[in-house]
């Protein structure tokens, strides 16, 4: 029963990665961040039995860089790359993880030598509302 449950959500994951990226032009597939750095959008993840939508950034230079020189990075990557890619597909979901990452990382994999920051938010009126853990 498990497996029925896996094969569509992971069907999904790979059709909205390919929907995603086709509805965004080439030079926004390399993204300049407001701390400066450079990420690229590398895997989105719908989960529709919990509404959520994570949109997983590879950011190489964050393994240099302390947490609250790229803070801002988070929201404004939620606000001007999540939300307007799900408006794009007509999609609708309540929350929003975002995350950087020094290394392309399976979803839920661990390594103790990767640099990762997550942050969650609420979609409300349209906007990207920071969600603490």
Known sequence: MEETRQYPALMMRAATLI???????????????PSGQMVTLFDVVLEPDTNLARFRFLAPEIAERAFDT?????PWL???VAL???AANDWTVDQVIVSLSDRELELGATDPEAVQFFEGYSITDGA???EPY
Request: glycine share 4%; proline share 7%.
């Open 128 to 130: 990207c509302v920071w």
């Open 84 to 86: 307007p890619a799900l």
């Open 19 to 33: 929907i995603l990226l086709a509805a965004m032009p080439v030079a926004a597939q390399q993204i300049t961040a």
């Open 78 to 80: 939620c606000a001007n």
């Open 70 to 74: 790229v803070q801002g990075d988070l």
